[in-house]
């Protein structure tokens, strides 16, 4: 009775496992199952996910799907984070955007779940806000690109510990977007980490560009979102043309984050 008690246990597990995508390979931090995002937009996204992997180790991956097989998408989140182990296992510090899209007959779910390193950086209410000010008002004019963008800008920003969740609250207070200064000054931080990286002086935060060089990259600032993350898609301003991804780190999950629909 206890083996056969053991083999459904087992059986159900795998049904279950199934159910969550494994990750595409060769690995990378955007995984879009639907084909929702174009090329350009797809490569752009990694090339800033892996560049900022490759400098602050902080693994954040965007997972878009077609359907969550029956999940609470928040459930679905954390079940497919821990069996990718998004994140560095020592440090724990993985994050996922979950994205279902909206169609004629379902609204559209969107969830960011936060390893257990990431929790006290970004709690569950600043999840939630990054959702509803950098997310849904994209998604609602289906810039699907531009919303993962102005997210991921934001979530960087917070694990380099530029600002804290406590002032992004105070900046979007009454539901107003950080705005054009946010991706310039993500733009600033990964460059300086990587400088320091390559002069054998890494640090996480701080910046050494000199002050021409940030005015410079200010005026060709563009649009507001999307491209707005300096020259990055096109391998200028400091990036280079940016490392292949090596796959995730074994991080854990514990519930931390928030979701959202429209």
């Not at 320091?196 to 002050?211: A, E, N």
């Amino acid at each position: 009775m206890k083996n056969i008690l053991i083999f459904f246990v087992l059986i159900s597990a795998s049904l279950f496992s199934q159910d969550i995508p494994d990750p595409l390979k060769p690995p990378r931090m955007v995984n879009d199952f639907v084909g929702l995002l174009s090329n350009k937009q797809n490569n752009y996204l990694e090339r800033k996910l892996v560049a900022f992997n490759d400098t602050n180790s902080t693994q954040i991956a965007i997972v878009i799907v077609k359907t969550l097989n029956g999940y609470d998408i928040s459930d679905y989140a954390q079940r497919l984070a821990q069996k990718w182990g998004i994140g560095r296992k020592e440090y724990e510090n993985g994050a996922v955007i979950i994205v279902k899209p909206k169609t004629a007959n379902e609204k559209g779910e969107i969830d960011i779940d936060v390893g257990y390193g990431l929790e006290p950086i970004i709690p569950d209410i600043t999840a939630k806000r990054i959702i509803e000010n950098e997310m849904i008002p994209h998604f609602r004019q289906n810039d699907y690109f531009g919303g993962l963008d102005a997210a991921t800008n934001i979530i960087i920003e917070l694990a380099a510990g530029h600002f804290s969740a406590e002032e992004y609250q105070k900046r979007t207070k009454g539901g107003s977007p950080v705005g054009w200064l946010v991706p310039f000054i993500v733009l600033i931080i990964i460059i300086s980490m990587i400088n320091r990286k390559r002069g054998g002086t890494y640090s996480s935060r701080g910046s050494s560009l000199p002050f021409w060089l940030a005015m410079g990259m200010m005026s060709g600032m563009g649009s507001r979102h999307g491209g707005s993350f300096g020259n990055f898609s096109s391998g200028s301003g400091g990036f280079g043309g940016g490392g292949s991804f090596g796959g995730f780190g074994g991080g854990s999950f514990g519930g931390g984050g928030a979701s959202g629909s429209w």
